[in-house]
């Protein structure tokens, strides 16, 4: 029998596998410790990047809205924190026409906040993660510029090479 268990976002059923009890932790900390609504959060947010002249498929484990617009990507993970910090700087870069402002690693106990714009850290720990209503202080500063085009394919080649493990093989033809 599967060892499965509920997301806490969206309500359903999921495989117990991976990093999935970090993510579990960490949707708990956005909306209990934070303040975000659960609404505000989407789980496997889908991203596609072009690679060698294909299409490569995955995903992003959360995106935080508010206003309409995403304000931090996550990438939950059950290893080394600073591993992944890279991929989902990348995956934020990429993510829309225009960067989400924090990407965030976490295993759910500790976190690696970075600006996107910047790349420069914001901070460590899960203090370092922004609440709702830092999030929504900022907005009014927040840069929503799009990544420059003419490093958007190193950023695609960045973002597909650190997340193989998540979707092997998965280029369409």
């Known amino acids: 029998m599967e060892d499965t268990l509920v997301d806490y976002i969206t309500g359903k059923t ?4 991976g990093p999935e009890e970090s993510r579990q932790m960490f949707e708990r900390i956005l909306v209990e410790e934070k303040g975000y609504a659960r609404e505000d959060v989407r789980v496997d947010e889908p991203i596609t990047v072009m690679f060698q002249g294909k299409e490569y498929r995955s995903t992003i484990d959360l995106v935080v ?3 309409g617009k995403a304000v931090m990507a996550v990438r939950c993970i059950a290893g080394s924190l600073g591993s992944y910090e890279r991929e989902i700087l990348a995956g934020a870069r990429l993510l829309y ?5 924090f990407s965030v690693s976490t ?3 500790d976190a690696l906040v970075r600006n996107v714009v910047t790349g420069k ?3 460590q ?6 609440s709702r209503q830092d999030a929504l202080d900022a907005m009014a500063t927040i840069d929503h510029s799009g990544f420059p085009e003419e490093k958007k394919e190193r950023e695609m ?3 597909r090479s650190y997340n193989l493990d998540k979707y092997q093989d998965d280029c369409s033809d």
């Not at 999921?14 to 596998?17: A, I, L, Q, R, T």
């Not at 026409?97 to 402002?101: F, G, I, K, L």
């Not at 720990?125 to 922004?130: E, F, K, S, T």
């Open 121 to 123: 850290a914001h901070g």
């Open 97 to 101: 026409d225009y960067q989400v402002p």
């Open 65 to 67: 809205f508010l206003e």
């Open 14 to 17: 999921v495989p117990n596998e």
């Open 107 to 109: 295993n759910g106990q």
């Open 125 to 130: 720990g899960i203090d370092a993660v922004p």
């Open 157 to 159: 080649i960045i973002f």
